[in-house]
């Protein structure tokens, strides 16, 4: 295995798809996902054993972007529910940021941190 790239966290990644895709194969109206485990995992060796370095590095870091997307998406969504008696949120129209205002507060202006934008909303 010198000069291959080895496992990452994409590989980590593809590997648990293609074995949770097997499991699901496993029950007959999901039959189609057994090809399609046996693909994912197909790449997830092919990934290991490559020697195009820069290639699987970009494709890492690809993947890193995407995963943080996700995971500050999600972490929003999870606050947000947590949050829904006492705060609301609002998108600034302008540069898009999400801002947290107290409930209950009546008509207010809020001022965006980000770009000074200001604009009023009923909480």
Known sequence: MQGRYGPDELNLFLS???MLLC??????PLRICGAA????LGIAIF?????????RRQEREQYLVLRGRVRSRTALLRRRWQDRRTC???VCKQCGTTLRVPKGAGKIEITCPKCRRAFQKKT
């Not at 499991?23 to 007959?28: G, K």
């Open 23 to 28: 499991i699901l194969s496993l029950f007959p």
């Open 37 to 40: 485990a046996w693909a994912v």
């Open 88 to 90: 609301r949120y609002y």
């Open 16 to 18: 648990r798809l293609g």
């Open 47 to 55: 990934r290991m054993c490559s020697k195009n370095l820069p290639r």
